[in-house]
Nanobody, 116 residues
Framework: QVQIVESGGGLVQPGGSLRLSCVVSGLIFNKYAMRWYRQAPGKEREMVAEITSVGDGKTYDGSVKGRFTISRDNAKNSVFLQMTSLKPEDTAMYFC?????????WGHGTQVTVSS
């Protein structure tokens, strides 16, 4: 079955950096586009970044553009989110999502907390 496992979250001070990782198994990874989403308490889940199946196209939400970078390594069935200049409002559970069209799979998330 499909397994999606995120890691790399934690507590970081404002202005700091974190690198999230997501490892995928049980599907043909290089056929799937990937997204990172986040959900803060009391708020709806929102898309943060997206990367095409072969990594030649990237899209970012305006709130993270210039601070976050999405990348992938198809040889390792992995996608990453490098986060810099973190702000308290970036605090959320971050989720990895693999999809083709309307069909997709979610991971269970990794918590990112930005606080002094």
């Amino acid at each position: 079955q499909v397994q999606i496992v995120e890691s790399g979250g934690g507590l970081v001070q404002p202005g700091g950096s974190l690198r999230l990782s997501c490892v995928v198994s049980g599907l043909i990874f290089n056929k799937y586009a990937m997204r990172w989403y986040r959900q803060a308490p009391g708020k709806e889940r929102e898309m943060v970044a997206e990367i095409t199946s072969v990594g030649d196209g990237k899209t970012y939400d305006g709130s993270v553009k210039g601070r976050f970078t999405i990348s992938r390594d198809n040889a390792k069935n992995s996608v990453f989110l490098q986060m810099t200049s973190l702000k308290p409002e970036d605090t959320a559970m971050y989720f990895c999502y693999a999809f083709i069209g309307l069909n997709g799979y979610w991971g269970h998330g990794t918590q990112v907390t930005v606080s002094s």
